[in-house]
């Protein structure tokens, strides 16, 4: 889907208050979930996001970057830490907020935002 991103398309409200995605300049029909439609707005604009305005791709981007960032540095040890810190504390609740708060005092570790959707992957 590289480079087919359409800034153009619309949620529209479809029958038995269902919802499509729709091209508003031609009238197509560009995804309604196998003819279902999607039940709520909120979940159409997630599609809408992924599959025409470059959702996939950068996901995708930020996980190659993961990867490379993984390779540097101490960077696969401190994520095998996170993992550690997790299984030991998770009947205490902690977050990953909270053991990252802890990494970064002992160890001055920063884990890039947007990779924190990948750590468990």
Known sequence: MSG????NLKIVHWKNGRYIIINPETGEIMDDA???GYKDEIKASKVLWWKFKG????VESDKLEYKKWLSEDNNQEMIDKIILYMECYFK???TLDEILI???KEYNFKLPRKYKKFIFD
Do not use: H, P
């Not at 087919?4 to 800034?7: D, L, T, V, W």
């Not at 959702?55 to 950068?58: A, L, R, T, V």
């Open 4 to 7: 087919n991103i359409n800034n």
């Open 34 to 36: 196998n003819g279902y």
């Open 55 to 58: 959702g996939k791709d950068k």
């Open 92 to 94: 205490e609740n902690i």
């Open 102 to 104: 802890d990494l970064k």
